[in-house]
């Protein structure tokens, strides 16, 4: 059974920094495209960024020189750093595995960002 655990969300001042992390079981991690998506309120779940099992990441433009996504598959874990955040970078972040064609998600963190 796949089982998706993220933290690190929180309550943060507009240019304050968070990491994010995300446990992964019942997954070879190594062999998985891992990202994040977030959905702020009102919105649809858009991709914030990916990367692949040899460590190819791509970003959304919002998160581009912001966020930073990284994995550790020997621990199953992906993270995404995240700095300078915004009002805008409010929202539900949810960590992201494709598994044999089948993607799984975990249940979200929530990270707000006050102004």
């Known amino acids: 059974q796949v089982q998706l655990v993220e933290s690190g969300g929180g309550l943060v001042q507009a240019g304050g920094s968070l990491r994010l992390s995300c446990a992964a079981s019942g997954i070879i991690l190594s062999r998985c495209i891992a990202g994040w998506y977030r959905q702020g309120s009102g919105n649809q779940r858009e991709l914030v960024a990916t990367?692949?099992?040899?460590?190819?990441?791509t970003y959304a433009d919002s998160a581009k020189g912001r966020f930073t996504i990284s994995r550790d598959n020997a621990k199953k874990s992906v993270y995404l750093q995240m700095y300078s955040l915004k009002p805008e970078d409010t929202a539900v972040y949810y960590c992201n595995v494709r598994w044999g064609g089948v993607d799984y998600w975990g249940q979200g963190t929530l990270v707000t960002v006050s102004s």
């Open positions: 990367a692949t099992p040899s460590g190819t990441t």
